[in-house]
Protein backbone atom coordinates (compact mmCIF):
# COMPACT_ATOMS: atom_id res chain seq x y z
CA UNK A 1 0.00 0.00 0.00
CA UNK A 2 1.09 3.56 -0.75
CA UNK A 3 2.02 6.05 2.36
CA UNK A 4 3.48 9.40 2.60
CA UNK A 5 5.42 10.50 5.58
CA UNK A 6 5.77 13.79 7.20
CA UNK A 7 8.22 13.93 10.02
CA UNK A 8 8.18 17.30 10.97
CA UNK A 9 4.92 17.96 13.25
CA UNK A 10 5.58 21.78 13.07
CA UNK A 11 8.20 23.79 11.85
CA UNK A 12 9.06 26.91 13.73
CA UNK A 13 11.16 29.57 11.58
CA UNK A 14 11.65 33.46 11.51
CA UNK A 15 10.67 35.37 9.06
CA UNK A 16 12.88 36.10 5.68
CA UNK A 17 14.69 32.49 6.91
CA UNK A 18 14.86 29.43 4.45
CA UNK A 19 12.80 26.84 5.40
CA UNK A 20 12.54 23.12 3.98
CA UNK A 21 9.17 20.62 4.80
CA UNK A 22 10.21 16.63 4.27
CA UNK A 23 8.18 14.43 2.58
CA UNK A 24 8.93 10.70 1.48
CA UNK A 25 6.68 8.35 0.22
CA UNK A 26 6.41 4.48 -0.43
CA UNK A 27 4.91 2.92 -3.54
CA UNK A 28 6.72 0.38 -5.83
CA UNK A 29 4.65 2.20 -9.31
CA UNK A 30 4.70 5.44 -10.92
CA UNK A 31 3.53 8.42 -9.15
CA UNK A 32 1.94 11.99 -9.29
CA UNK A 33 2.92 14.14 -6.13
CA UNK A 34 1.43 17.03 -4.78
CA UNK A 35 1.59 19.77 -1.81
CA UNK A 36 -1.19 21.23 -0.46
CA UNK A 37 -1.55 24.19 1.82
CA UNK A 38 -3.96 24.25 4.82
CA UNK A 39 -5.02 28.33 5.97
CA UNK A 40 -6.65 28.91 9.49
CA UNK A 41 -10.25 27.30 9.29
CA UNK A 42 -10.05 26.84 5.18
CA UNK A 43 -10.19 24.08 3.09
CA UNK A 44 -6.71 22.43 0.80
CA UNK A 45 -5.48 24.32 -2.02
CA UNK A 46 -2.77 22.86 -4.10
CA UNK A 47 0.21 24.09 -3.68
CA UNK A 48 2.51 22.22 -6.53
CA UNK A 49 2.60 19.13 -8.44
CA UNK A 50 4.79 17.14 -9.80
CA UNK A 51 3.37 14.59 -12.50
CA UNK A 52 6.25 14.24 -14.86
CA UNK A 53 8.63 15.92 -16.68
CA UNK A 54 11.41 18.37 -15.23
CA UNK A 55 11.53 16.88 -11.57
CA UNK A 56 12.01 20.46 -9.87
CA UNK A 57 8.60 22.05 -10.04
CA UNK A 58 7.85 25.45 -8.84
CA UNK A 59 4.85 27.28 -7.13
CA UNK A 60 3.60 30.99 -7.89
CA UNK A 61 4.58 32.25 -4.47
CA UNK A 62 8.04 30.78 -4.15
CA UNK A 63 8.02 27.46 -2.90
CA UNK A 64 9.62 25.04 -4.61
CA UNK A 65 10.00 21.17 -4.62
CA UNK A 66 11.89 18.53 -6.17
CA UNK A 67 10.70 14.78 -7.08
CA UNK A 68 13.61 12.74 -6.25
CA UNK A 69 12.97 9.28 -7.47
CA UNK A 70 15.99 7.08 -5.98
CA UNK A 71 14.79 8.55 -2.17
CA UNK A 72 11.64 8.52 -2.69
CA UNK A 73 11.16 12.37 -1.44
CA UNK A 74 9.35 15.52 -2.42
CA UNK A 75 10.84 17.75 -0.07
CA UNK A 76 8.98 21.08 0.22
CA UNK A 77 11.29 24.77 0.49
CA UNK A 78 11.30 28.14 0.16
CA UNK A 79 14.28 30.08 0.49
CA UNK A 80 12.92 33.00 2.54
CA UNK A 81 9.54 32.78 4.18
CA UNK A 82 6.84 35.37 5.32
CA UNK A 83 4.32 35.54 7.97
CA UNK A 84 1.76 35.11 5.84
CA UNK A 85 2.97 31.57 4.86
CA UNK A 86 2.07 30.34 8.37
CA UNK A 87 -0.36 27.19 7.60
CA UNK A 88 -0.12 23.67 7.47
CA UNK A 89 1.03 21.81 4.66
CA UNK A 90 -0.16 18.26 3.03
CA UNK A 91 1.96 16.00 1.22
CA UNK A 92 0.04 13.33 -0.77
CA UNK A 93 0.43 10.99 -3.69
CA UNK A 94 -1.83 9.97 -6.08
CA UNK A 95 -0.54 6.15 -7.58
CA UNK A 96 -3.17 6.22 -10.60
CA UNK A 97 -6.66 4.87 -8.55
CA UNK A 98 -8.21 8.23 -8.90
CA UNK A 99 -7.74 8.57 -4.59
CA UNK A 100 -4.89 10.91 -2.43
CA UNK A 101 -3.13 9.47 -0.02
CA UNK A 102 -2.17 12.32 2.13
CA UNK A 103 0.65 12.73 5.12
CA UNK A 104 -0.25 13.55 8.47
CA UNK A 105 0.77 17.43 7.65
CA UNK A 106 3.36 19.73 8.81
CA UNK A 107 2.71 23.05 10.32
CA UNK A 108 4.96 25.96 9.36
CA UNK A 109 4.70 28.47 12.05
CA UNK A 110 6.60 32.07 10.94
CA UNK A 111 6.86 34.05 13.67
CA UNK A 112 9.00 38.18 13.51
CA UNK B 1 -17.61 29.10 -11.24
CA UNK B 2 -18.18 28.19 -7.00
CA UNK B 3 -15.99 25.29 -7.06
CA UNK B 4 -17.06 22.70 -4.56
CA UNK B 5 -19.34 23.96 -1.74
CA UNK B 6 -20.17 22.07 1.49
CA UNK B 7 -23.12 22.65 3.89
CA UNK B 8 -23.44 23.08 6.53
CA UNK B 9 -20.55 24.99 7.62
CA UNK B 10 -21.11 24.20 10.96
CA UNK B 11 -23.22 20.95 12.97
CA UNK B 12 -23.74 20.21 16.46
CA UNK B 13 -25.43 16.60 17.18
CA UNK B 14 -26.14 14.39 20.57
CA UNK B 15 -25.18 11.15 19.97
CA UNK B 16 -27.48 8.81 18.08
CA UNK B 17 -29.13 11.51 15.82
CA UNK B 18 -28.52 11.57 12.02
CA UNK B 19 -27.50 14.01 9.65
CA UNK B 20 -26.48 14.41 6.25
CA UNK B 21 -23.64 16.55 4.90
CA UNK B 22 -24.08 18.40 1.59
CA UNK B 23 -21.80 18.75 -1.11
CA UNK B 24 -21.64 19.72 -5.17
CA UNK B 25 -19.45 20.58 -7.28
CA UNK B 26 -19.43 22.80 -10.55
CA UNK B 27 -16.67 21.66 -12.76
CA UNK B 28 -18.32 18.99 -14.15
CA UNK B 29 -15.64 16.49 -12.30
CA UNK B 30 -16.44 12.95 -12.68
CA UNK B 31 -15.14 11.97 -9.23
CA UNK B 32 -15.92 13.02 -5.93
CA UNK B 33 -14.82 12.26 -2.33
CA UNK B 34 -15.70 12.07 1.42
CA UNK B 35 -12.78 12.99 3.96
CA UNK B 36 -11.94 13.71 7.31
CA UNK B 37 -9.89 15.80 8.83
CA UNK B 38 -8.55 14.92 12.42
CA UNK B 39 -5.16 16.30 14.73
CA UNK B 40 -2.20 14.51 13.82
CA UNK B 41 -3.79 12.20 11.48
CA UNK B 42 -4.18 13.88 8.14
CA UNK B 43 -6.91 13.65 5.78
CA UNK B 44 -8.26 10.02 5.89
CA UNK B 45 -10.23 9.22 2.73
CA UNK B 46 -14.11 8.21 3.85
CA UNK B 47 -15.96 7.08 0.89
CA UNK B 48 -15.51 7.98 -3.08
CA UNK B 49 -17.44 7.94 -6.20
CA UNK B 50 -15.15 7.38 -9.18
CA UNK B 51 -18.07 8.89 -11.62
CA UNK B 52 -21.93 8.80 -11.02
CA UNK B 53 -23.94 5.66 -9.94
CA UNK B 54 -20.56 4.13 -8.09
CA UNK B 55 -19.33 4.17 -5.20
CA UNK B 56 -16.51 2.86 -3.08
CA UNK B 57 -15.19 2.61 0.71
CA UNK B 58 -12.20 4.69 1.31
CA UNK B 59 -10.30 3.93 4.57
CA UNK B 60 -12.29 4.50 7.26
CA UNK B 61 -16.14 3.97 6.29
CA UNK B 62 -17.45 2.57 9.66
CA UNK B 63 -20.56 4.90 10.39
CA UNK B 64 -21.32 6.53 7.31
CA UNK B 65 -23.03 6.27 4.08
CA UNK B 66 -23.08 7.64 1.04
CA UNK B 67 -25.28 8.72 -2.03
CA UNK B 68 -23.95 10.44 -5.62
CA UNK B 69 -26.91 12.06 -6.53
CA UNK B 70 -25.80 12.95 -9.76
CA UNK B 71 -22.99 13.89 -11.34
CA UNK B 72 -22.62 16.77 -9.24
CA UNK B 73 -23.87 16.27 -5.72
CA UNK B 74 -22.04 13.58 -3.17
CA UNK B 75 -23.64 13.34 0.40
CA UNK B 76 -22.71 11.89 2.99
CA UNK B 77 -25.27 10.46 6.11
CA UNK B 78 -24.55 9.37 9.53
CA UNK B 79 -27.13 7.37 10.42
CA UNK B 80 -26.30 7.32 14.62
CA UNK B 81 -23.15 9.82 15.05
CA UNK B 82 -21.03 9.19 17.34
CA UNK B 83 -18.81 10.89 19.61
CA UNK B 84 -15.79 9.23 17.61
CA UNK B 85 -17.34 11.19 14.84
CA UNK B 86 -16.59 14.79 15.91
CA UNK B 87 -14.20 15.81 13.31
CA UNK B 88 -13.71 18.25 10.33
CA UNK B 89 -15.55 17.09 7.43
CA UNK B 90 -14.11 17.69 3.52
CA UNK B 91 -15.82 17.31 0.11
CA UNK B 92 -13.73 16.68 -3.19
CA UNK B 93 -13.48 17.02 -6.47
CA UNK B 94 -11.18 15.58 -9.57
CA UNK B 95 -11.31 15.40 -13.28
CA UNK B 96 -8.62 13.06 -13.52
CA UNK B 97 -5.58 11.29 -11.71
CA UNK B 98 -4.92 15.23 -11.27
CA UNK B 99 -5.58 17.72 -8.64
CA UNK B 100 -8.60 17.37 -6.17
CA UNK B 101 -10.49 20.80 -5.62
CA UNK B 102 -11.42 21.03 -1.92
CA UNK B 103 -14.44 22.24 -0.38
CA UNK B 104 -14.67 24.66 2.87
CA UNK B 105 -15.26 22.07 5.03
CA UNK B 106 -17.58 21.13 7.33
CA UNK B 107 -16.72 21.15 11.47
CA UNK B 108 -18.85 18.18 13.34
CA UNK B 109 -19.22 18.03 17.16
CA UNK B 110 -21.08 15.11 18.76
CA UNK B 111 -21.90 15.48 21.82
Known amino acids: AQSVTQLDSQVPVFEEAPVELRCNYS??????LFWYVQYPNQGLQLLLK??????LVESINGFEAEFNKSQTSFHLRKPSVHISDTAEYFCAVNTGFQKLVFGTGTRLLVSP | NAGVTQTPKFQVLKTGQSMTLQCAQD?????MYWYRQDPGMGLRLIYY???????DKGEVPNGYNVSRLNKREFSLRLESAAPSQTSVYFC??????????FGPGTRLTVL
Open chain 2, 92 to 101: ASSWTDNEQF
Open chain 2, 27 to 31: MNHNS
Open chain 2, 49 to 55: SASEGTT
Open chain 1, 27 to 32: SSVSVY
Open chain 1, 50 to 55: YLSGST
